[in-house]
């Protein structure tokens, strides 16, 4: 079965202690990104990789990092978080550039406190 | 990043009524996509339908079809006969020709039985 798998599904954690949620796809899709959700303001990418050690910033990078080590992996790290990283993330990958994100993960809803 | 704009936060329709929402974006290219998201409670994303803006044809999937106007930069959704299923957090969202997405705000969507 096709899917994007995302760990931890929820997390509440305290601020700068470092924390990663990984992201794999098992279809062989080049592109992988990811996105936090607020309410109100929708979906904003946060990074995006178009193959294996190619990455890319979106919109909102700041605070985040990735690696793109494999095809089938895309974690997100957070090195520091801090409260107002407190969201719900959505990792996702599509089969090519143009084919956008066809396959979600479930979310992960992250608490820093 | 490109501006998506929903201008309806909420809209309720009867089942078997028809709905339309709202979608504009700025944007001064002039190939792109565009696509509509549907978010129900259980907070999946599921791509509803896609729209290439170099054709003119407008996209239909069943019962969702688009009227895509490239000069006025407006891209509305129609569901028509509404199902209780149809009931989710749909988003228009954007992508340029960096292939990055930008998301609008959401419009929630209530069928009422």
């Known amino acids: 079965e096709a899917q994007v798998t995302q760990n931890p599904r929820y997390l509440i954690t305290v601020t700068g202690k470092k924390l990663t949620v990984t992201c794999s796809q098992n279809?062989?899709?080049?592109?992988m990104s990811w996105y936090r959700q607020d309410p109100g303001l929708g979906l904003r990418q946060i990074y995006y990789?178009?193959?294996?050690?190619?990455?890319d910033k979106g919109d909102v990078p700041e605070g985040y990092k990735v690696s793109r080590k494999e095809k089938r992996n895309f974690p997100l790290i957070l090195e520091s978080p801090s409260p107002n990283q407190t969201s719900l993330y959505f990792c996702?990958?599509?089969?090519?550039?143009?084919?956008?994100?066809?396959?979600f993960g479930d979310g992960t809803r992250l608490s820093i406190l | 990043a490109q501006t998506v704009t929903q201008s309806q936060p909420e809209m309720s329709v009867q089942e078997a009524e028809t709905v339309t929402l709202s979608c504009t974006y700025d944007?001064?290219?002039?190939?792109?996509?565009l696509f509509w998201y549907k978010q129900p409670p259980s907070r999946q994303m599921i791509l509803v339908i896609r729209?290439?803006?170099?054709?003119?044809q407008n996209a239909t999937e069943n019962r969702f079809s688009v009227n895509f106007q490239k000069a006025a930069k407006s891209f509305s959704l129609k569901i028509s006969d509404s199902q209780l299923g149809d009931t989710a957090m749909y988003f228009c969202?954007?992508?340029?020709?960096?292939?990055?997405?930008?998301f609008g705000a959401g419009t929630t969507v209530t069928v009422r039985a």
């Open positions: 944007t001064s290219e002039s190939n792109y996509y």
């Open positions: 996702a990958s599509s089969l090519t550039l143009v084919d956008q994100p066809q396959h």
């Open positions: 279809m062989n899709h080049e592109y």
């Open positions: 729209q290439e803006a170099y054709k003119q």
């Open positions: 969202a954007f992508l340029d020709g960096d292939y990055k997405l930008s």
């Open positions: 990789s178009m193959n294996v050690e190619v990455t």
